[in-house]
């Protein structure tokens, strides 16, 4: 809130900046300590999150305060902050169980009959993740890695060159996860001017980076499985995630750790091991053969079921539930046409990508977003809000004028922003300049083949033009019913 007296209607801090330390300040403060209350808030308290949070969306969005909270969160992108907490406090469980800090406590007092926090937590992480909450994470309590045997290096690019030393042991590795989910790695191992290479399968929810960093465990298990003694080894890998995790004083992940402990066994046979990042896709021979069986990989029989689901899958999983919930919150709140048509139009087009439908509103200008939420809201200074809000006697439009004309008021449209864009007389010659159409629905404007920002800026471009949101309501407080 002590942004709030840097923000006005067409100035201030930008909406994409105020989200930004919305997103970096404010829900980290909020959502402190979820796992230990998210999951059981009452509805007063659930209440006062999303009272909170529409005022900061509606200070970020400059949209009147009327706007519907449930539309403010689905333009922005921001989960009601009910839902944020629980995925926050359903994320940190997941990790405690992976941690082995989770202990299940139940009440057991005969008189009275609730369940706990952690059973609540436990039985929505069951229900949510289904199969994969029988699976085992691939998390692990920090352990230390100062021990460490072996070299890592990342050289730039331009730099990077293949050694050329003699009795040198190279092996270069990969993994690879194609459209259909299958995952796979391979490496291939040189010396001596001969080869040897392997592949194998992982399960579909492993994921790339385990499989890379499998590649070199699976290289260095066949190395001591050899006796390999007294050798230069170097490993060549495009896998800067996976060179980084093993550089880290800290492991987090239990594939790892396991790459880890092989090298370092490798390393005490009196071998000097390094690590090297090498570039993907640069024509350098032996990255392009380990490329190409990290995809044989993919689709053979020798699958590794040892190799635990990565943290991340699960992570994703909750996210994924609670942006869903998100979009059905929308999708059943019974509001006004004039705000849930052009909401939906957009969503459709985005293909109900929230993330793309935001990052392209967040970055309009000031004045920009300020005319395009009174458009897709419905809530402005037309005649049809107005009249909801009592501050006006008639909802009629006051461009068409049918009214006087003769014409029974209820075949009289009312005048709302959907009206003046797709079908009021009055600006048909404007709609005709902008959208080459005397008469257009927003649903056919969107389909066109423009991308959607410079659709937003069209539609934006006719209402300032029109200037239909600069007309003063006939009353500035609400009228009595009797008049």
Not at 32 to 50: E, F, I, S, V
Not at 355 to 362: A, C, E, G, N, Q
Request: hydrophobic residues 35%; charged residues 20%; proline residues 4%.
């Amino acid at each position: 809130f002590a942004c709030k007296k840097a923000i006005g209607k067409d100035w201030g801090l930008k909406a994409r900046t105020t989200f930004w330390i919305y997103n970096a300040i404010v829900l980290p403060k909020i959502s402190y300590g979820a796992a230990a209350w998210g999951m059981t808030p009452n509805k007063a308290q659930r209440d006062k999150l999303l009272s909170l949070q529409n005022q900061i969306l509606k200070t970020a969005l400059r949209s009147a305060s009327s706007a519907p909270r449930i539309a403010n969160s689905i333009i922005s992108n921001s989960l009601p902050l009910d839902l944020y907490i629980k995925q926050k406090c359903l994320s940190r469980c997941s990790s405690l169980i992976a941690e082995n800090h989770w202990t299940l406590t139940t009440h057991t007092h005969r008189k009275t009959k609730f369940r706990t926090h952690m059973e609540v937590a436990d039985g929505e992480l069951r229900r949510i993740l289904g199969k994969l909450y029988l699976e085992i994470s691939d998390k692990i309590r920090p352990i230390l890695n100062i021990d460490q045997k072996y070299t890592t290096r990342i050289t730039q690019r331009k730099k990077f060159q293949v050694s050329t030393k003699e009795n040198t042991i190279q092996i270069y590795t990969d993994g690879s996860k194609d459209a259909e989910e299958n995952t796979g790695y391979g490496y291939h191992i040189i010396f001596n001017n001969s080869g040897y290479s392997e592949i194998g399968s992982l399960r579909n929810f492993n994921s790339v980076f385990q499989a890379e960093a499998h590649a070199i465990t699976a290289s260095a298990l066949k190395l001591l499985s050899w006796n390999t003694e007294n050798q230069n080894i170097i490993f060549y890998s495009d896998s800067q995630a996976s060179i980084k995790s093993l550089q880290k004083t800290k492991i987090t992940s239990e594939t790892i750790k396991k790459c880890n402990n092989t090298l370092n066994k490798l390393a005490t046979k009196n071998n000097k091991i390094t690590i090297k990042w090498i570039p993907g896709h640069s024509d350098y021979e032996g990255n392009e053969i380990a490329d190409s069986l990290a995809k044989m990989g993919s689709h053979s029989d020798n699958q590794h079921k040892h190799i635990k689901i990565p943290h991340k899958s699960i992570i994703s999983k909750l996210k994924d539930y609670y942006n869903e919930a998100h979009i059905n919150r929308w999708q059943i709140n019974n509001l006004h046409y004039d705000c849930s048509y052009p909401i939906n139009c957009l969503l459709k087009k985005c293909n109900f990508n929230l993330p793309k439908l935001s990052y392209i509103i967040l970055n309009l200008p000031t004045k920009s977003l300020r005319i395009l939420l009174k458009i897709i809201t419905g809530h402005n200074n037309l005649n049809s809000h107005l009249h909801r809000m009592n501050m006006a006697l008639e909802p009629l439009c006051e461009f068409c004028d049918l009214q006087n004309s003769g014409i029974d008021p209820i075949f009289c449209p009312d005048e709302t922003a959907m009206h003046i864009i797709e079908d009021c007389p009055a600006f048909a010659i404007q709609r005709i300049h902008h959208f080459q159409n005397f008469k257009i629905s927003l649903a056919e404007i969107l389909s066109s083949k423009n991308p959607l920002p410079t659709t937003l800026r069209n539609i934006i471009k006719f209402f300032d033009k029109s200037d239909c949101f600069k007309k003063f309501p006939q009353f500035t407080k609400p009228i009595s019913p009797r008049r």
